[in-house]
C-alpha cells in the first residue's frame, strides 16, 4: 500500500491495474477492495475498486470466451443441468448475472471464467456485473476503518469530513 501511495496522481490508475491484473491470476479480490479502502477511503475506494474488479472481470470473462468455451461446450452438452443453466443465462442474463454478484457464496474470480463459458450475452454481463457494488462497498468500508484504526494507533486522528458525518 506505501508504495502505491508513493506514486501520488498515478495511485489511483496503478491501483485500478493491478487490482484487474489480479482478478485475472485468481487473487482474491476481497484483499484488494479492502487495501482499496485503506489506500482511498470509501467513495473513492469504492470507485477504484470497482473500476479495477470490472476490467478484471471483463478480461476473465473475454479469456474464458474465446479460449476455454470450445472445450466446455461438449461436457455442457452432455449434462442436461448446464444446458438449462446455459440457456437461462443466455434468456435472462443481466439478471441472473446480478442475482450471482450478490452472494458471497460463488467466489468472484472463478464465477468470472465461469460466466465466460456460457452463452451469456456479454452486455448482459456488463450490466449484471453492478451487482458487485453492495459487496465491494462492504469491504471497502472495512478497509477505511482499517486505515483509522491505523492512524489512531499511530496517534494520528482519523479526518472528520462531511462524509464521515454523513455515512455516520
Known sequence: TIRVQSLGALAPIAFILIYAVAEIAFVPGSLLTLAAGVLFG???????????????????????????????????QAAPRFQALDAALEREGRKLVFLMRL??????????????????????????????LPGALLY?????????????????????GTAYYLLL
Open 42 to 76: 470509501l467513495v473513492w475506494g469504492t470507485a477504484f475498486a470497482m473500476v479495477g474488479a470490472t476490467l478484471g472481470a471483463v478480461a476473465a470473462f473475454l479469456v474464458a470466451r474465446y479460449a476455454i468455451r470450445r472445450f466446455v461446450e461438449r461436457w455442457i
Open 103 to 132: 452472494t458471497p457464496l460463488i467466489p468472484f474470480n472463478a464465477l468470472n471464467y465461469a460466466l465466460g463459458t456460457t452463452r451469456v450475452r456479454f452486455v448482459d454481463y456488463l450490466i449484471g456485473s453492478v451487482g458487485m
Open 140 to 160: 471497502v468500508y472495512y478497509g477505511h476503518v482499517l486505515g483509522d484504526v491505523s492512524r489512531v494507533a499511530s496517534g494520528a486522528s482519523p479526518p472528520r
